[in-house]
């Protein structure tokens, strides 16, 4: 019997032939397989072009359950070019109705074979998002003004793996009208909708564009000679990409002065280690220290300073805010996107869910003051979102002089770190905040007590079963944070 699928990579149709077979008992040793990419072959079904009609499946036949993973495995051989691919699935098939121990066993030729090739297919599909380069095509200004630039790529991959990837790429360039060429199947992305054609001839790949002179000048200039690892470097770029990067004529000679370019970065004087500097406030103090002298002039140069990278791209800094000389400063890491929007801290869901706990408390919001130890917003850009990052130890300490001018301008009487970056800048060592949360430590020169617990959005990112608990410890740390030691009751 005779099989014919018109499109070698229709896993649905495969599928409802193979249960068709599987139904009516075809052994797969009495089936012969053929896909549209290969001439001739059986137009019916079963039989000769032109012969009988479907067999149906056989009256009252079981059914034959497969592992999920055997649908992924099949999702992913019938990419591989492999004519014999719809064989080798469909006796997989076959033994896994008639052998139900061969799901638990991982040294089957056939199942290791199938795997091997879903594996190719992986890889030449990370390949294909590795090695595409996209070229601007120049069309008409008409054109250009009413749909935008174009970029057109060109790429050979080893498989049929372009509809596979396609959902990838527009992604990962949503906002670019682009296609990708390839000498089997071609997709085109119009900013709305994938398209998909027949195959391009390589003469179709557009001329180099004034944007690969640029990246080959970055690529001269981030070429480590120090890290060079030939065998590794042709194992991960093959040489049959090589031909259509543009970086390939590069990398001989960049190899060849790779040893006389690391020998002269031993030779070369070491760089002298950089200094954060805090920056330049408005009132200078006697014996040349600056300050800011009130909480205005703080916002406002906090507001300015770039000592680190964090400032020039939030939208404002973040101070605190509460009431001078208040009996608690309650110190968090830095202020999310909600925060640095509004310009206050703790207003987003972190912030919501401290107000709910001191209000259960009857710890009112506004007899505390609410800062952090960073005071802009550092993020990573997914899409439209901004997500919060940690800041970086660097880039604590150079916002440290900002908390200490802080701290000397409300004057506490006593300091609650809310997790570890705060803890960190409060007391001047790392904390194992786990370990030391719950108790009030005096460490600090100026003898302000410091009481260490979680930040809340700690408490956010635990999963439901876990929340409850966590709460309850939490709250249970707020309220003796609000009882305050000795020292605040005596002051």
Same mark, same amino acid.
């Given at each position: 019997?005779?099989?014919?699928?018109?499109?070698?990579?229709?896993?649905?149709?495969?599928?409802?032939?193979?249960?068709?077979?599987?139904?009516?008992?075809v052994?797969?040793?009495?089936?012969?397989?053929?896909?549209?990419?290969?001439?001739?072959?059986?137009?019916?079904?079963?039989?000769?072009?032109?012969?009988?009609?479907?067999?149906?499946?056989?009256?009252?036949?079981?059914?034959?359950?497969?592992?999920a993973?055997?649908?992924?495995?099949?999702?992913?051989?019938?990419?591989?070019?492999?004519?014999?691919?719809?064989?080798?699935?469909?006796?997989?098939?076959?033994?896994?109705?008639?052998e139900?121990?061969?799901?638990?066993?991982?040294?089957?030729?056939?199942?290791?074979?199938?795997?091997?090739?879903?594996?190719?297919?992986?890889?030449?599909?990370?390949?294909?998002?590795?090695?595409?380069?996209?070229?601007?095509?120049?069309?008409?200004?008409?054109?250009?003004?009413?749909?935008?630039?174009?970029?057109?790529?060109?790429?050979?991959?080893?498989?049929?793996?372009?509809?596979?990837?396609?959902?990838?790429?527009?992604?990962?360039?949503?906002?670019?009208?682009?296609?990708?060429?390839?000498?089997?199947?071609c997709?085109?992305?119009?900013?709305?909708?994938?398209?998909?054609?027949?195959?391009?001839?390589?003469?179709?790949?557009?001329?180099?564009?004034?944007?690969?002179?640029?990246?080959?000048?970055?690529?001269?200039?981030?070429?480590?000679?120090?890290?060079?690892?030939?065998?590794?470097?042709?194992?991960?770029?093959?040489?049959?990409?090589?031909?259509?990067?543009?970086?390939?004529a590069?990398?001989?000679?960049?190899?060849?002065?790779?040893?006389?370019?690391?020998?002269?970065?031993?030779?070369?004087?070491?760089?002298?280690?950089?200094?954060?500097?805090?920056? %330049? @406030?408005?009132? /200078?103090?006697?014996?040349?220290?600056?300050a800011? +002298?009130? =909480?205005? !002039?703080?916002?406002?140069?906090?507001?300015?300073?770039?000592?680190?990278?964090?400032?020039?791209?939030?939208?404002?800094?973040?101070?605190?805010?509460?009431?001078?000389?208040?009996?608690?400063?309650?110190?968090?890491?830095?202020?999310?996107?909600?925060?640095?929007?509004?310009?206050?801290?703790?207003?987003?869901?972190?912030g919501?869910?401290?107000?709910?706990?001191?209000?259960?408390?009857?710890?009112?919001?506004?007899?505390?003051?609410?800062?952090?130890?960073?005071?802009?917003?550092?993020?990573?850009?997914?899409?439209?979102?901004?997500?919060?990052?940690?800041?970086?130890?660097?880039?604590?300490?150079?916002?440290?002089?900002?908390l200490?001018?802080?701290?000397?301008?409300?004057?506490p009487?006593?300091?609650v770190?809310?997790?570890?970056?705060?803890?960190?800048? %409060? @007391?001047?060592? /790392?904390?194992?905040?786990?370990?030391?949360?719950? +108790?009030? =430590?005096? !460490?600090?020169?100026?003898?302000?007590?410091?009481f260490?617990?979680?930040?809340?959005?700690?408490?956010?990112?635990?999963?439901?079963?876990?929340?409850?608990?966590?709460?309850?410890?939490?709250?249970?740390?707020?309220?003796?944070?609000?009882?305050?030691?000795?020292?605040?009751?005596?002051?």
């Amino acid at each position: 019997m005779q099989v014919r699928l018109e499109d070698p990579i229709d896993l649905d149709a495969f599928r409802r032939h193979a249960r068709q077979l599987l139904a009516a008992g075809v052994p797969p040793d009495h089936v012969e397989w053929h896909d549209g990419s290969a001439p001739g072959g059986a137009a019916d079904l079963f039989g000769e072009a032109g012969g009988d009609a479907p067999l149906p499946p056989a009256a009252g036949a079981a059914r034959h359950p497969v592992p999920a993973s055997f649908i992924a495995l099949c999702a992913d051989v019938i990419l591989h070019r492999d004519a014999q691919r719809f064989a080798l699935l469909y006796r997989l098939l076959w033994r896994l109705a008639h052998e139900p121990g061969l799901r638990h066993d991982p040294i089957d030729a056939d199942m290791m074979q199938a795997q091997l090739m879903a594996k190719a297919v992986h890889r030449d599909i990370h390949k294909m998002r590795a090695f595409v380069r996209f070229t601007r095509v120049a069309g008409s200004d008409a054109e250009q003004e009413q749909a935008g630039e174009r970029h057109v790529a060109w790429f050979e991959p080893d498989h049929r793996i372009v509809e596979a990837n396609a959902p990838f790429f527009a992604r990962r360039f949503a906002q670019m009208r682009w296609a990708i060429l390839t000498p089997e199947r071609c997709v085109e992305w119009d900013g709305q909708a994938l398209s998909f054609r027949d195959g391009a001839d390589r003469r179709e790949k557009p001329p180099p564009d004034a944007g690969e002179q640029l990246w080959l000048t970055y690529y001269e200039n981030i070429f480590n000679p120090a890290r060079l690892k030939l065998a590794t470097m042709r194992r991960e770029m093959p040489r049959r990409y090589w031909h259509n990067l543009p970086e390939a004529a590069l990398i001989q000679p960049l190899a060849e002065a790779a040893g006389a370019r690391s020998q002269s970065m031993i030779d070369a004087p070491a760089t002298p280690a950089r200094r954060i500097r805090a920056p %330049l @406030l408005l009132n /200078p103090l006697p014996g040349g220290g600056v300050a800011p +002298a009130d =909480l205005g !002039e703080l916002r406002a140069a906090a507001h300015a300073c770039r000592a680190c990278p964090i400032g020039a791209f939030a939208t404002q800094a973040v101070c605190g805010e509460g009431p001078l000389g208040a009996g608690h400063m309650l110190v968090g890491e830095q202020p999310g996107d909600q925060e640095d929007l509004a310009g206050r801290p703790f207003v987003g869901p972190a912030g919501q869910l401290l107000d709910r706990a001191m209000a259960q408390l009857g710890w009112a919001r506004d007899s505390v003051y609410l800062a952090n130890a960073v005071k802009h917003f550092k993020y990573e850009l997914r899409g439209k979102r901004r997500i919060h990052k940690t800041a970086g130890q660097r880039e604590a300490e150079a916002c440290a002089h900002w908390l200490d001018s802080e701290i000397s301008l409300v004057r506490p009487k006593a300091l609650v770190a809310l997790g570890a970056t705060a803890a960190r800048a %409060l @007391l001047g060592r /790392p904390v194992a905040v786990q370990a030391e949360r719950g +108790a009030w =430590l005096n !460490e600090r020169g100026d003898g302000l007590p410091v009481f260490v617990t979680l930040h809340p959005s700690a408490l956010l990112r635990l999963p439901d079963e876990q929340r409850g608990e966590a709460h309850a410890l939490w709250l249970a740390d707020l309220a003796r944070a609000m009882a305050a030691p000795a020292i605040i009751e005596g002051s």
